[in-house]
């Protein structure tokens, strides 16, 4: 095999390796349709939130960013992406009770959070998470208004 044979075929074999790496960050994540279905028994609040940003900070935002969109400092050490919760795509097909499992059980690399933090705690960080959603949904919005012409003084 020539040298530039040798360079096209390890150029496809990244690109392949690439895909599948890809592929695997895309996993499908099953959750039981029980846990899907359950409803999240606290109403969202400033206190609700306020609890659980403490607990985002702390144990989140190294992977998924201050703003949700997985971007931390620590994301790139892993190779499954961080979840961006500013996806409104994705956040709007998934339910609370995925969020509350996906939390509580975790999938590598991510912990389950289940021993660490009560079930209120839990539920606090689903309203979190749909906040950092809202948050990027109206940041969106709000840069594609079309911006008003200053008024002109006479």
């Known amino acids: 095999m020539t040298g530039k044979k040798k360079m096209v ?11 599948a790496a ?6 499908n994540w099953p959750v039981p349709e029980a846990a899907r279905k359950r409803p999240n028994p606290l109403k969202s609040s400033p206190e609700v939130l306020g609890a659980a940003k403490k607990i985002y900070v702390d144990k989140c935002e190294q992977c998924h960013g201050d703003k949700g969109t997985g971007d ?13 919760f500013t996806d409104q795509h994705m956040m709007d097909e998934m339910t609370d009770g995925e969020l509350f499992y996906k939390i509580s059980e ?7 959070f289940k021993k660490q933090y009560t079930e209120e705690q ?4 689903v309203h979190y998470v749909r906040s950092l959603t809202a ?8 840069k594609k208004a079309p911006k008003k012409a ?5």
Not at 9 to 19: P, R
Not at 72 to 84: C, E, F, H, N, R
């Open 72 to 84: 931390g400092p620590l994301a790139m050490m892993y190779s499954v992406k961080p979840a961006d």
């Open 135 to 142: 948050a990027a949904t109206k940041a969106n919005a709000a």
């Open 9 to 19: 075929a390890a150029a496809a074999g990244l690109a392949l390796l690439s895909v």
């Open 106 to 112: 975790g999938r590598e690399p991510m912990p389950g």
């Open 22 to 27: 890809g592929l695997h960050a895309h996993k």
């Open 150 to 154: 200053p008024a002109h003084k006479h």
């Open 122 to 125: 839990r539920w606090q960080l």
